[in-house]
C-alpha cells in the first residue's frame, strides 16, 4: 500500500459518475439517428400512431397525461402510465417513449419491461438490443447483456457492428466490458475489427502483455496496415506501461514513418518524451509539428504547452516568449507559468506573488497553492505555510467545493511532510464542517494510523465501507493496516480479497494480498501476489515486501541484487534504507 497520501476520489465525485453513467443508459442511447428522442420537451414533434383496435382516444388521452406529468419532472408517475398503454399498442414510438420514461424514472425493472415489447413490434431489432444491453448492466445482470451484445452483433449487417457494441458498453466498468468482449472476441477473433476493439478493452484493463501479443499477431489481416496510428499508439501505450520505454519511442518512431502528418500520433509522441523527461526531444518534436502545421504556436493550450517544457529543460528566455503570447488571452495561466518560472530560477519570492495572483475559482488555484507549498517547506517555513492556509480560507468565503480540495491539499502536503499531529488537526476541521465525507474519512484513517490511533482509523474505515460498500480503497487500507502490524490476519484478508475482486490489476491491493499472505506463512502465495505487483509498480514499499520474502525463502543473493537496483533508484527513501540491516548492507 501506498505510503504517502494522496487525494481521495470523493463520494460526491463517485454519485456525479454514477448518476453520469444513469443518465447516459438513458440518454445518450436516444440522441442518435437510432434513438431519436432526447428529452421530454422534444418528443412532441414525433407522431404515435394509433390503430382502431387500441382505442384512439384512451391512447391519445394516456399519453397526453403522461407528457404533461413528463414536463413536471415527474417521471415515474408518467412512466407507469406509458407502460400501461404501450402493452395494447402496436406502435413502436410508444414502446420507445415507454422505455426511455422508467429510464427517466431511474426504473430498470420497468425500462426491462418496456423494451421487451418495444423489440416484439419493432421493426429495427439492433437498436433495440443495444438499448437493451445498457439496461441489463444498470441492473447487473452481466450475463443477460453478453447475450443480448451478441444477439446484436449476429443480426447485424453494418461493419460497424463492433464499434457500435463498443460504443454501448463504454460507459460502464472496464472489468465489465472485458467480460463481455472476452465472448464476442471468441466467438469472431477472426474479423479485424474484433480484434480491434479487444485491444482497446484490454489495454483499458492493464492487460498489456495480452495487447501486445495481439497487436503483433495483427500481419495475418489483410486489412491491416501500419498506415492505421491507432496500432501504433496502442503498442506504444502498452510497452511504456510494462516498464519498455525504449521499445515504446522506437515504436513511435516506427509508425510515423508511415504517417508522418498524423496528429494524434504525433501528439502522444511529445507525451512519452515528456514522460521520460526529454523535453528538449519533445520541443524540438513539438517544432517539427508546427513547421507541418500541424500546430499552432499562436492557440493557448499549444503555447502552454511550450511554456512548461522549455521551463522543464531550463530554456527560461524561451519559456517566457511563450507565456507573454497568453497574458491577454489568461491572465491566470500567465501568472501560473510565471510562478513556475520564477521558482525553476530560484527566484521564490517572485514566484509565490505570481501564484498567489490567481483567482481562487480558477483551475491554476489548488496547483498554484501546492507549488507555493514546495517553496515554503524547502525553506523549512511551516508556520509561514500555516498561515497562507488560513487565509485562503478566509478568501474562499464560503466555496464547499473549492474548500473540500483545500482541506485534503493542506491534510496531505503536512502529512507527506510529517507533520501527523498537523494534519490530523486539518482533517478534523473537514469532518467537522463536512460531516461523513468519504474523503474525509478515509483521510483521517491514514493520519491516524501515524498518530497511534488505530481506533479512529478503524471506525472511519469501517464507516466509509458502510457508506460505500464497493469502496475498494477503503477495504484495502483497512486490511492492509491490520496484516502491516500483524494482527487479525484471517479478517485483514477477508477485506483485502474483497478490494481485490473490485479492482484485480491493482499493485496496491496486490501488493496487500501478498504481504498478508506473507504474515499468516504462505510464502509461495506471497511471492505470486508480490511479483505480480511489483510487475505493475515498482513503487518502494511493494519493492521492500518482495525483498523481505526473498529473504525468508533464504534467497539472499536475488534480494541484495532487487535492493542495490532499487536503492540507486531511490537513495533516501527511508523504508529501502531500513532494509540495510537485514541484508547487512553498509
Known amino acids: 500500500m501506498q505510503t504517502y497520501l494522496r487525494l481521495y476520489k470523493n463520494k460526491y465525485i463517485v454519485k456525479i459518475l454514477l448518476l453520469l453513467k444513469k443518465t447516459a443508459i438513458i440518454n445518450f442511447l436516444f440522441i442518435s439517428l437510432a434513438y431519436p428522442l432526447s428529452n421530454t420537451s422534444h418528443y412532441k414533434n414525433h407522431v404515435i400512431k394509433v390503430t382502431e383496435t387500441n382505442s384512439d382516444s384512451y391512447i ?17 408517475e408518467a ?92 460507459v460502464f466498468d472496464d472489468k465489465v466490458i472485458k467480460k463481455i468482449f472476452d465472448s464476442v472476441y471468441e466467438e469472431y477473433k477472426n474479423q479485424y475489427l474484433a480484434n480491434f476493439y479487444y485491444v482497446q478493452i484490454l489495454l483499458n484493463n492493464n492487460k498489456y502483455t495480452e495487447a501486445i501479443d495481439l497487436i503483433k499477431s495483427m500481419g495475418k489481416f489483410k486489412e491491416f496496415s501500419k498506415k492505421e496510428s491507432r496500432w501504433g499508439i496502442f503498442l506504444a501505450d502498452a510497452y511504456y506501461e510494462i516498464g519498455e520505454e525504449e521499445l515504446s519511442i522506437q515504436t513511435l518512431k516506427d509508425y510515423l514513418q508511415y504517417s508522418p502528418k498524423n496528429l494524434y500520433l504525433n501528439e502522444y509522441y511529445v507525451r512519452i518524451l515528456t514522460l521520460q523527461e526529454m523535453y528538449n526531444e519533445a520541443i524540438k518534436h513539438y517544432r517539427f509539428m508546427s513547421a507541418n502545421k500541424l500546430i499552432n504556436f499562436s492557440n493557448i493550450d499549444t503555447a502552454k504547452k511550450m511554456a512548461l517544457l522549455n521551463i522543464e529543460a531550463n530554456n527560461l528566455s524561451d519559456a517566457k516568449t511563450f507565456i507573454k503570447s497568453f497574458k491577454e488571452k489568461d491572465i491566470n495561466s500567465y501568472n ?21 495572483s490567481i483567482n481562487v475559482e480558477d483551475i491554476n488555484y ?3 497553492i501546492q507549488e507555493v507549498a514546495k517553496i ?17 480560507y478566509v478568501k474562499l468565503n464560503n466555496k464547499p ?17 510529517e507533520k501527523f499531529h498537523y494534519a490530523m488537526e486539518r482533517i478534523n476541521y473537514g469532518l467537522t464542517k463536512y460531516k461523513d465525507d468519504g474523503a474525509f474519512l478515509y483521510t483521517r484513517a491514514l493520519v491516524a494510523e501515524k498518530v497511534d490511533r488505530f481506533d ?29 502490524n500483524n494482527m487479525r490476519l484471517n479478517e485483514a484478508k477477508k477485506y483485502i480479497d474483497k478490494a481485490l475482486a473490485l479492482e484485480p490489476n491493482d499493485a496496491a491491493i496486490l501488493d496487500s494480498k501478498g504481504w498478508v499472505m506473507f504474515r499468516l506463512g504462505n510464502l509461495k502465495e506471497a511471492e505470486k501476489y508480490l511479483l505480480k505487483a511489483m510487475n505493475l509498480n515498482d513503487d518502494p514499499e511493494i519493492v521492500s515486501h518482495v525483498i523481505q520474502l526473498l529473504v525468508k525463502l533464504n534467497k539472499i543473493k536475488d534480494a541484495k541484487k532487487l535492493y542495490k537496483k532499487y536503492i540507486k533508484k531511490n537513495p533516501k527513501d527511508k523504508i529501502l534504507i ?9
Not at 377 to 392: A, D, G, P, V, Y
Not at 459 to 473: F, G, R, T, V
Open 578 to 586: 531500513e532494509l540495510k540491516k537485514i541484508l547487512n548492507e553498509t
Open 60 to 76: 391519445m388521452q394516456k399519453a397526453f397525461e403522461a407528457e404533461l406529468l413528463a414536463k413536471d419532472f415527474k417521471y415515474k
Open 366 to 368: 489548488i496547483n498554484a
Open 401 to 417: 467545493t473549492i474548500e473540500t480540495r483545500l482541506i485534503l491539499v493542506e491534510t496531505e502536503i503536512f502529512f507527506n511532510a
Open 336 to 356: 501560473y507559468m510565471n510562478g513556475l518560472l520564477n521558482a525553476k530560477d530560484k527566484k521564490n519570492s517572485i514566484a509565490e506573488k505570481f501564484f498567489m
Open 456 to 484: 479512529i482509523l478503524e471506525e472511519d474505515l469501517k464507516k466509509l465501507i458502510k457508506l460505500e460498500p464497493k469502496n475498494a480503497q477503503a477495504l484495502n487500507a483497512l486490511g492492509y493496516t491490520w496484516a502491516n
Open 79 to 170: 412512466a407507469e402510465i406509458y407502460h400501461q398503454i404501450c402493452m395494447k399498442s402496436e406502435d413502436e414510438e410508444v414502446a420507445k417513449r415507454a422505455t426511455q420514461l422508467a429510464g427517466y424514472a431511474n426504473d430498470y425493472h420497468l425500462m426491462l419491461k418496456n423494451s421487451n415489447r418495444w423489440l416484439d413490434i419493432s421493426r429495427d431489432k439492433i437498436s433495440v438490443r443495444h438499448v437493451r444491453i445498457s439496461i441489463f448492466l444498470a441492473l447487473d445482470k452481466v450475463n443477460e447483456a453478453t447475450k443480448e451484445t451478441l444477439l446484436a452483433i449476429r443480426i447485424s449487417k453494418d461493419k460497424d457492428k463492433f464499434a457500435l457494441a463498443y460504443d454501448t458498453l463504454r
Open 376 to 392: 515554503k517547506i524547502s525553506q523549512n517555513k511551516f508556520q509561514s505555510l500555516k498561515k497562507i492556509f488560513k487565509e485562503q
